[in-house]
């Protein structure tokens, strides 16, 4: 499996921006579709977006689609969201996941294999 961590979360007003980063380990990492999971407090962990192993497709939440980017640099072993035009109802913990299950899009959590320790985000109105 692959060790996961993101970085980049933070407290941002409505209609700012942020960029998470998610750092993978492991030499197989380019092999893994990536996907983006949050969970706000109540509720339960949703599907925000998910990128191809060979990062030529993606594939996104209608409640993020045309705001939020992701986008990964299998040298930097990174994958990264990269989210714009933030409401308070992005509030929630944000995960980066790993998957290794044939199947597109990964939009299920059980898909993924592997999952980060998570990020705050907040987002102030």
């Known amino acids: 499996q692959v060790q996961l961590v993101e970085s980049g979360g933070g407290l941002v007003q409505a209609g700012g921006s942020l960029r998470l980063s998610c750092a993978g380990s492991?030499?197989?990492?380019?092999?893994?579709?990536l996907g983006w999971f949050r969970q706000a407090p109540g509720k339960e962990r949703e599907f925000v977006s998910t990128?191809?192993?060979?990062?030529?497709?993606?594939s996104y939440a209608n409640s993020v689609r045309g705001r939020f980017t992701i986008s990964r640099d299998n040298a930097k072993n990174t994958v990264y969201l990269q989210m714009n035009s933030l409401t308070p109802e992005d509030t929630a913990v944000y995960y980066c996941?790993?998957?290794?299950?044939?199947?597109?899009?990964?939009?299920?959590?059980?898909?993924?294999?592997?999952w980060g320790q998570g990020t705050q985000v907040t987002v102030s109105s």
């Open positions: 996941a790993a998957s290794s299950v044939p199947v597109w899009p990964a939009n299920l959590n059980w898909q993924y294999n592997s």
């Open positions: 492991g030499r197989t990492f380019s092999t893994y579709t």
């Open positions: 990128i191809h192993w060979s990062g030529s497709t993606t």
